[in-house]
């Protein structure tokens, strides 16, 4: 069977059924291989876009590994981010009942500082009516010891001139008793009897029986 090319020429005047026939075959022939290579190219350029495809499916896998990671990274940073939320809660709840307790503890100090406050102005008051009375009590003390010094120089005056006058009476007893004395030495440098109690002319009698002798 003769193979007809592109290259060759058909006789237009040898047998047509022939020709026909060859041409027909070599038509087949060019479709099978036209078939042929078209199906290789669509079986290559899927080949082709299969592999492109893993390599892109590779790729995102690579990249969804990565997300992965990072996902589990973002995951691990919200964790700890979680725990230092929470300890920074813990500790705005501590912050919270202390500054609860301070204002409780602010509110009974400024309520002590309110009673404080009305005690010292109780005291003062009480103070300066108590100096008020000390300053009266004193001058009342004053002037009544003013007063009794007073009476005391006053009887001191009239001791002194009651005493004065008993010296004086004393003395002027004493100076009797003395010239009495002195009498009773002359008249017995006299001779003169003397009485029978004065037997010794330096007898001394008693203060009581020679105011009794004395005074009679």
């Given at each position: 069977m003769t193979r007809i090319t592109r290259s060759q020429k058909i006789d237009p005047n040898g047998d047509t059924i022939h020709y026909l026939q060859e041409h027909i075959k070599y038509l087949n022939r060019q479709i099978r291989r036209?078939?042929?290579e078209s199906h290789i190219n669509l079986l290559n350029q899927e080949i082709q876009r299969t592999q492109n495809l893993k390599e892109k499916l590779r790729?995102?896998?690579i990249t969804i590994e990565k997300a992965n990671q990072e996902l589990d990274k973002l995951r691990e940073e919200v964790k700890l981010l979680k725990e230092?939320?929470?300890q920074k809660n813990e500790t705005i709840n501590n912050l919270r009942e202390e500054n609860e307790a301070l204002r409780s503890t602010n509110e009974e100090t400024q309520a002590t500082n309110i009673q404080l406050v009305a005690q010292i102005e109780h005291f003062r008051d009480r103070n300066n009516s108590l100096r008020q009375e000390l300053h009266s009590n004193c001058n009342n003390f004053i002037l009544s010891q003013q007063k009794h010094i007073e009476d005391l120089q006053r009887t001191?005056?009239?001791?002194?001139e009651s005493d004065h006058e008993f010296c004086n009476q004393r003395i002027n007893r004493l100076e009797n008793r003395i010239s009495y004395f002195d009498d009773r030495e002359r008249q017995r440098a006299q001779g003169i009897e003397l009485p029978p109690y004065f037997a010794r002319s330096?007898?001394?009698l008693g203060e009581?029986?020679?105011?009794?002798q004395f005074n009679h």
């Open positions: 036209c078939s042929k790729l995102k896998e230092i939320i929470d001191i005056r009239v001791k002194e330096d007898a001394f009581q029986e020679f105011d009794q």
